[in-house]
C-alpha cells in the first residue's frame, strides 16, 4: 500500500512537471505576441497583382513652400451702413404692415403706416405759423417804410423784425420735425392734414425682423423692424493677442461655411482693430473676394490666415492616411520574391502634420527617415490601409 502511494505520488509530480514545460510564461505570451503583432501591424505586403489593381503610385517627401496660417474662426457679418433699424420719432399706433422676415424691399417702399394725434397737431401748428409768417413778413415791411419816413420808432421796428425772425425759426422748426415722420410741408395745406404717416425703407435689402404687428403702440425708442443688406457682406475674425503681431492688411484668408466644410471661398484683410478686447483677442475685418448667395450674415466661419511662405517638406494629401487618431504614411521598404511572385512590402509610418495648403501638406518624419532615400506611397494609401486592416482581422 505504501509502495502504491509512493508510485502515483511520483506519477503525478512526472506529469505536472511535463505540462509546465509546455507552457509559456506570462512575459512569453504577452510578450511575444506584441512585438509579433506590432511588426504585423507596422508591415504590410502586396503582391505584384496587387498592387497594379490598387493603382499605387511612389514618391518622394519634397521641399515645397506652403503657407504659414493662423487658424481662427469668426463670422459672416455686414457693415454698419447696410443694417438700418426702423423706429418712428414721435410714437403711435400701427395701423397696417404686410411684412415678414425675408421679404425683399426697395429704398423708399413703404413698409408700416402709423397713426398719432400728435400728428395732426404738428401739420395745425405749421399752416398756423405759416400764416402768420406771412402777416409778420408784411408788418415788418410797413415798419421799414414808416420808419423811414420817421412815422414809428425804431423800438417798434425792431421788436417787428424779432418777430418776424422768430416765426421763420419756428417755421422752420416744424417743417423739420414734418420731414422727420415723413412728411413733405411744401405740400401741405388744410385739405392735406392727415393723422397718419407712412414709414419707409431707407436702404434696398430685405427685413431681418419685424417687431410690430396692427394696433400695436410703439414708443419712439422701439425699434420696429431691422432691414439689411446683404450685397457686400464681410468676416470678422477674432483673432488672438499672442497672433496679432503677425496680421497685416492684404493678407489673404481662406474660409469655410459650416455646410460646406470641404469648399474654401477666399478673402482678403482690410481692417485690423487697435485694441486687445475682454476675451483676449483682436477683431480683424475681411473682404470676401467672390460674393455668393449662399453666404447669409450670422454664419460661422472657420478661416486660415496665411501670413507667409517656407519652404518645408511636404507630400499630396492622399499620401496620409489617418488611423486611431493619428496620422501616418507608408514607405517602400523593397520587394522580395516568393513561389516566383514578387512581393511589394511596406512600412507603415507615423507622421506628424504642418500646414497644408493647395492638396498638399506638411510633414514631419521621424529622424531615421531620410527623405532623399525614401520613397513614399502617394497614391493608393488607403488601400494599403485596408489591406492591412483585413490582414489582421
Known amino acids: 500500500m505504501k509502495n502504491n502511494t509512493t508510485k502515483y505520488l511520483l506519477y503525478s509530480l512526472t506529469i505536472l512537471f511535463i505540462l509546465s514545460c509546455g507552457k509559456e510564461t506570462p512575459e512569453e505570451a504577452l510578450g511575444g505576441g506584441k512585438k509579433e503583432e506590432e511588426q504585423k501591424s507596422s508591415q504590410i505586403e502586396l503582391t505584384a497583382e496587387q498592387f497594379k489593381i490598387a493603382g499605387i503610385e511612389l514618391g518622394e517627401v519634397t521641399p515645397r513652400a506652403l503657407s504659414d496660417v493662423i487658424t481662427v474662426s469668426g463670422v459672416v457679418d455686414v457693415p454698419p451702413q447696410n443694417l438700418i433699424s426702423i423706429s418712428a420719432p414721435l410714437g403711435g399706433f400701427i395701423k397696417s404692415t404686410k411684412l415678414l422676415p425675408g421679404n425683399q424691399v426697395k429704398k423708399g417702399d413703404v413698409i408700416a403706416v402709423i397713426e398719432n394725434v400728435e400728428f395732426i397737431t404738428l401739420q395745425q401748428d405749421y399752416l398756423e405759423t405759416k400764416n402768420k409768417l406771412e402777416y409778420m413778413q408784411q408788418e415788418y415791411e410797413r415798419q421799414k417804410t414808416l420808419n423811414k419816413e420817421s412815422v414809428t420808432s425804431t423800438k417798434l421796428l425792431q421788436q417787428t423784425e424779432s418777430d418776424y425772425k422768430s416765426l421763420k425759426v419756428r417755421l422752420k422748426s416744424l417743417e423739420e420735425k414734418l420731414a422727420l415722420i415723413g412728411i413733405n410741408a411744401r405740400q401741405l395745406d388744410e385739405n392735406t392734414i392727415s393723422r397718419s404717416v407712412s414709414i419707409r425703407s431707407g436702404i434696398d435689402g430685405h427685413i431681418k425682423s419685424v417687431n410690430v404687428n396692427i394696433g400695436k403702440y410703439v414708443n419712439p425708442t422701439d425699434v420696429?423692424?431691422?432691414?439689411?443688406?446683404?450685397?457686400?457682406?464681410?468676416?470678422?475674425?477674432?483673432?488672438?493677442?499672442?497672433?496679432?503681431?503677425?496680421?497685416?492688411?492684404?493678407?489673404?484668408?481662406?474660409?469655410?461655411?459650416?455646410?460646406?466644410?470641404?469648399?474654401?471661398?477666399?478673402?482678403?484683410?482690410?481692417?485690423?482693430g487697435k485694441s486687445i478686447a475682454d476675451d483676449k483677442t483682436v477683431n480683424v475685418h475681411a473682404h470676401i473676394n467672390e460674393q455668393d448667395k449662399s453666404i447669409m450674415p450670422g454664419m460661422f466661419v472657420k478661416a486660415r490666415i496665411e501670413t507667409g511662405h517656407n519652404e518645408v517638406p511636404a507630400l499630396p494629401d492622399a499620401a496620409i492616411v489617418q488611423s486611431g487618431g493619428k496620422n501616418y504614411i507608408f514607405t517602400f521598404a523593397g520587394k522580395t520574391k516568393e513561389n516566383n511572385q514578387g512581393i511589394n512590402q511596406f512600412n507603415m509610418i507615423e507622421v506628424q502634420l504642418g500646414v497644408s495648403e493647395d492638396g498638399f501638406t506638411e510633414v514631419v518624419l521621424p529622424e531615421n527617415i531620410h527623405t532623399n532615400s525614401t520613397q513614399v506611397v502617394i497614391k493608393g494609401a488607403y488601400v494599403i490601409l485596408s489591406k492591412m486592416n483585413n490582414s489582421e482581422e
Open 224 to 272: 420696429l423692424f431691422e432691414i439689411e443688406n446683404t450685397s457686400d457682406v464681410h468676416l470678422q475674425l477674432n483673432v488672438f493677442e499672442r497672433n496679432a503681431t503677425y496680421l497685416q492688411k492684404g493678407q489673404k484668408i481662406k474660409f469655410s461655411l459650416p455646410n460646406e466644410p470641404s469648399k474654401e471661398r477666399t478673402a482678403t484683410i482690410y481692417l485690423i
